[in-house]
């Protein structure tokens, strides 16, 4: 294919022989056009944009319409595709009734696994992943609704009504009234805090080929509907180390707090790097960038933008992160590894001063990756050279034997 990929398909075909190789360290598993990582040199481009210009220029929606059509919308394509969205924020109102089966004290993303898994059961004219006209609808109805589910969950958690969708208001700023208003007190829009969860949303928008969207890709390669391919998403960027990192992240600071604050560090960094203990410097590392996480340094700013509009520049919380920060950048084992503080470590800073409460901070993830998922969704579909995913294995189990009657066992 280049001159630093080999096409293993054709060696196959030739030789019988396939390759060992687990976590996908140095197996491309498709042609994408949607996604451009450079991890050496920090670099993010959705469709060819630096994510550093569509993070200033551009709010969400646009983002979306960048990864699902492929170029930026003009104003009138924008205003169109705003208007479709939002027209499909609400959920039917059966939803609820699945969502009050839980626990009050479930974890949101065991919830919104269910949720958006259960909207195929309710938009039968959106199933069918082979037919484009449901493959579009499925994309605007999973987008338009994600904010609405997310907002459901948490308001389930904390015993309030749920709050309707304005289709008025932007994007983020009809998520956040979902989540903050209450029937008895109307949200107060924030700018500073509507543009930061908007700039949330656009940076987690698309990551290429990561676990979750990977997962999104194998689960819709048998022709399973769009709902249940993004729940499988869900699923997986629950895990720690993918989407769960920011909320993992948040406790982590909190543990450190709790146990002695920033004169602990030195202690924490010492069980660190001790490979016996487990212990992981959480927001810290990524698979493909190994110079800096792009999204990180804008996040960063995002952070400080947000603790001073908030008057928090001096929260405990954010003084032990930067503290962490800076020994971590200079300590030789984390630059040895290249190890640098990814988008999530920032994140959560954002999202708890925010008011977003911790377990909620992967379901938001969840809510601005699902554009991601569809577009993969959709570029896998229509790629004639797509085929059911079916990784091989190298067995290393027992060899073939005889069953013995259960007395001689
Ligand atoms: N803290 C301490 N050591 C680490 C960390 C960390 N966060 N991350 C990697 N290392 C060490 C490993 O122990 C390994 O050390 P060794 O060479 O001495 O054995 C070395 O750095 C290389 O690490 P790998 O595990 O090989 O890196 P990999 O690419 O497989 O893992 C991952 C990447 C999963 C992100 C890892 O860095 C990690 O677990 N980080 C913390 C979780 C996190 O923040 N995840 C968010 C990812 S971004 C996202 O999903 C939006």
Redesign the pocket.
Known sequence: IGPDVIDIRKLYAQTGKFTYDP?F?STASCNSTITYIDGDKGELLYRGYPIEQLAVNCDYLETCYLLLYGELPNEAEKAKFNETVMHHTMVNEQMQFFLRGFRRDAHPMAVMTGLVSALSAFYHDSTDVHNPEHREISAIRLIAKMPTLVAMAYKYTIGQPFIYPQNDLSYAGNFMRMMFATPCEPYKPNEVLVRAMDRIFTL?AD?EQ??STSTVRLCGSSGTNPFAAIAAGVAC?WG???????E??LNMLNDIQANGGVGKIGEFIKQ??D?NSG??????????YKNY?P?AKLMRETCYEVLNELGLQNDPLFELAMKLEKIALEDE??VA???YP????YSGIVQRAIGIPVPLFTAI?ALARTVGWIAQLNEMIGDPEYKIGRPRQLFVGAPARNVKPIGER
Do not use: Q, T
Not at 240 to 246: C, E, L, M, Y
Not at 342 to 345: G, P
């Open positions: 976590g360290l987690h990551h990561n676990a960027l720690p180390a993918h989407g769960g990192a920011n993992a992240c660190v790097k490979k212990v992981k410097l959480m927001g810290f590392g990524h698979r493909v996480d999204r084992y984390f590894r290249k190890l990814n988008v999530d470590f993830f």
